[in-house]
């Protein structure tokens, strides 16, 4: 930790970024594929900033994803707030920083709430002063103060996310804390709040065994009477101190005690989520991460077709590299072009399927996964439209970049082949047993 370090400073962010840049030397990044780099992300580079993103607050990160080491600016084909939701969302599982962050520096607050007698506890104290006796006061002063005003500017939202756990009452407010289920009492009868004299008592002095001491500044009227009678039928859910302390509930997991992983996942609210998502269709078959990745462009239509470079501004022709017919859209050319379909024809005429082509690829993944119980192979089936896909796309590639192009034969071999590979199946030796498996199909 940076010692006098200004905690807004990216200067004390220098060390991570060289450990940073290190690992990514070593792990020779520059030829990683899209998905190489995002195992990267989150197996590596995520975990490392952890212990200063506890004490500082962050930077935003760079945009390793999409560019890795390249010099040569790349297209962001996915706005990054889309890519930090969990897969099952539509994300790409990359973790929000900016709530791990806010996650971790609540979780010195909690500590400050629940140590006894711990030395920086003592210190932090005697420093800024306890507004009660779960936290300290805010930080108004500007001199030496800016890390834990950081962490303290957390504790609203770390306080609304607890209540409060009863031991022997001694730490409670009882007006002011919310204590009961139903909020403060504070809040709930402010009419019985005014014509108390307690209002500054903790539970253990307003309770007795014989039960509630409360004592009012005048005569309630009748109609405060009813109001009365409701505030104690709220307090009959207390039962009673005891001689452990009180104490917060975490009030996101069962046994109450905060932790940063239920903190991520209650505040990292990913308000791109998509209904439906077929998320297990896209990263539970068994196929290469690059791949998996590829299908999630395609299915959040993010692919570098012609249509979609046009869109970022760089003029050519719109036509499909395949067929040369029609706009070259994803929707096109991965499930309407006529040569596509050829390639969907191998797999729909083996199993002798009833099919049309559905609109776009969420469609077309949910379908086709409907029909793996009557395939007999579950597993395999699935793996089926990103063969094709993947299939598609790398003749699509060879025709743009290298202005070469197969047959069709050789487009469904090369299909077949890619197909046999991903079951793990026995490769055949020779292109003729290809070309043998073709003709039955």
């Excluded at 940076?2 to 807004?8: D, F, M, Q, R």
């Excluded at 936290?135 to 939202?157: D, E, H, L, Q």
């Excluded at 469904?412 to 292109?431: G, P, S, T």
Aim: proline content about 3%.
């Amino acid at each position: 930790m940076p010692l006098g370090a200004e905690s807004k400073s990216s200067g004390i962010w220098n060390e991570v970024v060289e450990k940073c840049e290190r690992r990514l030397v070593n792990w020779k990044s520059q030829y990683l594929s899209f998905g190489g780099r995002l195992t990267l992300i989150n197996s590596v580079l995520d975990s490392m900033p952890t212990y200063m993103m506890s004490i500082f607050p962050i930077p935003v990160r760079r945009n390793f994803l999409w560019e890795g080491n390249s010099d040569t600016k790349k297209f962001h084909l996915v706005k990054w707030d889309k890519l930090i939701g969990s897969k099952q969302k539509g994300g790409l599982g990359v973790r929000n920083l900016k709530i791990q962050n806010q996650s971790l520096m609540m979780k010195w607050l909690w500590r400050l709430a629940s140590s006894e007698h711990a030395l920086w506890k003592e210190l932090i104290k005697q420093k800024y002063e306890m507004e009660d006796h779960w936290s300290t006061k805010m930080v108004t002063s500007t001199y030496g103060t800016s890390i834990w005003r950081a962490i303290r500017n957390f504790w609203p939202k770390l306080r609304e996310n607890c209540s409060i756990r009863i031991g022997n009452g001694m730490k409670v407010s009882f007006w002011e804390d919310s204590w009961l289920k139903q909020g403060s009492l504070k809040t709930l009868f402010p009419d019985i709040y005014i014509l108390n004299q307690q209002q500054k008592d903790t539970v253990a002095e307003v309770w007795s065994n014989q039960g509630w001491n409360l004592s009012f500044r005048r005569p309630l009227n009748d109609w405060e009477i009813q109001r009365l009678v409701d505030f104690f039928g709220i307090l009959e859910q207390f039962k009673g101190t005891s001689t452990s302390q009180d104490g917060l509930f975490w009030n996101h997991n069962c046994n109450g005690n905060f932790s940063v992983k239920e903190a991520y996942k209650k505040f990292n609210s990913f308000t791109h989520q998509v209904t439906g998502w077929p998320w297990k269709l896209i990263w539970k078959v068994k196929i290469p991460p690059k791949v998996s990745c590829f299908t999630w462009l395609l299915a959040k239509q993010a692919v570098l077709t012609q249509e979609n470079l046009m869109k970022r501004g760089i003029h050519l022709s719109p036509r499909c590299f395949l067929c040369g017919e029609e706009a070259e859209t994803v929707n096109h050319l991965f499930l309407h072009c006529r040569i596509t379909n050829i390639l969907w024809s191998i797999f729909i005429n083996w199993k002798d399927l009833f099919w049309v082509m559905p609109r776009n690829i969420v469609q077309a993944l949910k379908i086709w996964s409907s029909f793996a119980n009557i395939s007999g192979h579950k597993e395999r089936w699935k793996i089926i439209p990103t063969c094709i896909w993947w299939s598609v796309w790398k003749e699509r590639n060879l025709r743009c970049f290298q202005n070469k192009s197969n047959s069709i034969q050789k487009m469904k071999m090369n299909c077949l082949v890619l197909f046999h590979f991903w079951c793990k199946q026995e490769y055949m030796e020779d292109l003729e047993s290809v070309m043998n498996a073709l003709g039955t199909l």
